[in-house]
């Protein structure tokens, strides 16, 4: 830490502002970073309300980066959203202020982990007021007593915080907000460092009528609340404006659950961009709401749903039931059967690994269900695990004993966003939980990767369209491993859309191969490619050798007529010629150029 401080020079500061928030989110792997929405909620609210207030969002950034970032806006109040993984991060940035001798005078901490544990964490002695629950008017309050003289500590409600003999108070709670509709539009121009976003976010309600025992979001008390349809339209239009391509992610755990509203919204966005395919969408869902309402998922379909994301957590009917999922095993092979007939090109089902009562039979029902679930939405299904973490709050966190479960870290100080155990079932072990984890994946993998091969043309091409509005899906990335898709990919992106010339101008279009060309049985093939290896007959192989971005098609056909003698007659000759050059186009063997 002293070389860090020592490497930090002074820098002049300009006008301070009243409220930094900052987030500095923990991640393992790749970054792709979205903004947390909660935290810009805040700051958006801070602004209606005349406060000056800036946010630091950046999992990026390194200590001497966020001094420069700091002391550029030198806040009075300094607040940080906080969760389980963000809590060293947190206490390290205060450490370094401190040690600077350039922390605030006020510190305030919000964000699910502390709205649970706010009196562990200010007897840490890290900061003054932790906010609980949500923030919007709370956060207000805060800088009109501070900032403003503006009414007592006292009288703030939902807040726990440090008076001046360091005794923790904890205020009255705060109801939640009824109104969301009253609040306004998150202000994205709000965050210090600007980025293009692969995909933007919006939450239309809040809080969870369920209450999985493993989950945050449905602690008893937290109560579900909605917005309206009109207000949520607004907000897309707001989001999408003049893009041509928007991905955006519904971030409600229970978007679907009031049908009418859904219907609603669903119908507003076909009217709005049902022809100019401006937008696709992202939601989560529950088991059972699929099963009661399969056709409303044709109507999302059309309105632009193309991923939704189930919460399966496990194959084993013992374990779901001791989750208080409230579904069942067959609910979960019906739910992807409905979606897959809805057309859905992507489906989501999240698993935990090491959770209540886990041995190696219900780990080998969880790696059933999924073979089952990739057979029967082939192309479209993905899965994924993590193990089990006990959330501040949650029923397996308060009673481990009764679920019989051994906590082994309970700080979470050894895991990275969920990808290592922190707790396991009793008699087992983290090496055995581990090595479950590994024969899962390893068991996925080999099942996803053996079911390419009846994968449609058509649904592959639609998941690498879906790339151009910053949806990745780990089938996309599966597909660009094949050369000859990549290469189509890769010039596509670089050059004008040639997909509906005549045939006529098709004569004059340069056709270039996009994969090496290989050989089976002495005959011309391509390889590697997902629907397995692709061997021309003699015409066809004679047709793609000629595909060498050196001939127009009218050449081809020329140079084809002159070596043999007993071809059709024209035009037949050059229609069939036609067909195969399209043929190849479609299956990713060959791209189009003018020059």
Not at 265 to 277: D, F, N, P, Q, S
Not at 567 to 590: A, G, N, T
Request: net charge neutral; with cysteine.
């Amino acid at each position: 830490m002293k070389k860090v401080i020592d490497s930090i020079a002074t820098k002049p500061t300009l006008e301070c502002l009243d409220f930094l928030l900052v987030h500095l989110p923990f991640r393992e792997g790749p970054i792709s970073q979205t903004f947390q929405l909660g935290l810009l909620c805040v700051a958006t609210s801070l602004k209606q309300e005349g406060f000056s207030v800036k946010v630091i969002d950046d999992c990026e950034l390194d200590a001497a980066s966020f001094i420069e970032l700091y002391r550029k806006n030198k806040p009075r109040i300094l607040g940080f959203h906080v969760n389980t993984d963000s809590v060293p991060v947190v206490r390290r940035v205060i450490e370094l202020l401190r040690k600077l001798g350039e922390a605030p005078d006020l510190i305030i901490f919000g964000g699910p982990h502390v709205s649970v544990e706010d009196k562990e964490l200010l007897a840490k002695n890290w900061g003054n007021i932790v906010v609980r629950g949500e923030g919007e008017f709370t956060a207000p309050e805060i800088g009109r007593w501070f900032l403003r003289n503006e009414g007592k500590i006292e009288d703030i409600k939902g807040i726990t915080y440090l008076d001046d003999n360091n005794d923790i108070i904890r205020n009255p709670s705060r109801p939640f907000i009824k109104d969301l509709d009253s609040l306004p539009f998150p202000d994205i121009s709000l965050l210090i460092k600007e980025q293009k976003y692969p995909a933007y976010q919006i939450l239309t309600g809040r809080g969870c009528p369920y209450h999985c025992a493993f989950c945050a979001e449905g602690i008893i008390g937290i109560k579900y609340r909605f917005r309206s349809a009109k207000s949520v339209l607004d907000e897309i239009r707001n989001i999408v404006g003049t893009r041509t391509h928007t991905y955006l992610s519904i971030l409600d755990d229970t978007f679907l659950v009031n049908r009418k509203r859904v219907e609603e919204i669903a119908k507003g966005l076909i009217k709005e961009y049902g022809e100019t395919k401006q937008l696709k969408w992202f939601c989560e869902s529950r088991v059972d709401f699929i099963i009661r309402n399969p056709e409303l998922f044709k109507l999302l379909r059309k309105a632009g749903l193309v991923r939704v994301q189930i919460g399966i957590e496990s194959g084993s009917q013992k374990v779901l039931d001791t989750y208080n999922k409230k579904v069942k095993i067959e609910q979960i092979i019906q739910a992807v059967e409905i979606l897959t007939a809805c057309g859905i090109p992507s489906i989501y089902g999240n698993f935990i690994i090491g959770g209540p009562y886990e041995t190696d039979e219900t780990i080998d029902q969880s790696i059933a269900l999924v073979k089952t679930l990739y057979d029967k939405a082939v192309g479209r299904m993905e899965c994924g695990a993590s193990f089990l973490t006990l959330f501040p709050g949650t029923e397996l966190t308060v009673h481990p004993d009764k679920y019989d479960l051994e906590i082994l870290d309970p700080e979470v100080m050894t895991t990275i966003s969920l990808q290592h155990p922190v707790v396991v079932p009793k008699g087992k072990t983290k090496h055995w939980v581990i090595k479950q984890y590994t024969r899962f994946y390893t068991e996925l993998q080999k099942h996803h990767l053996a079911g390419i091969a009846n994968v449609s043309i058509e649904l592959i091409e639609e998941h690498l369209r879906l790339r151009d509005y910053g949806m990745n899906t780990l089938n996309s990335n599966h597909y660009l491993v094949y050369p000859c898709i990549k290469k189509c990919e890769e010039i596509r992106k670089r050059q004008k859309p040639m997909d509906n010339i005549t045939d006529g101008e098709l004569m004059q279009i340069i056709p270039r191969r996009s994969a090496t060309i290989g050989t089976i049985d002495n005959k011309f093939a391509i390889v590697a490619f997902p629907q397995g290896p692709i061997i021309f007959n003699d015409m066809a192989g004679k047709i793609y050798e000629l595909c060498s971005g050196k001939y127009r098609l009218c050449d081809i056909i020329e140079i084809i007529r002159a070596d043999d003698t007993n071809l059709p007659p024209e035009p037949y000759f050059s229609q069939q010629v036609v067909s195969v050059i399209k043929d190849m186009k479609k299956r990713y063997l060959l791209t189009y150029s003018d020059l």
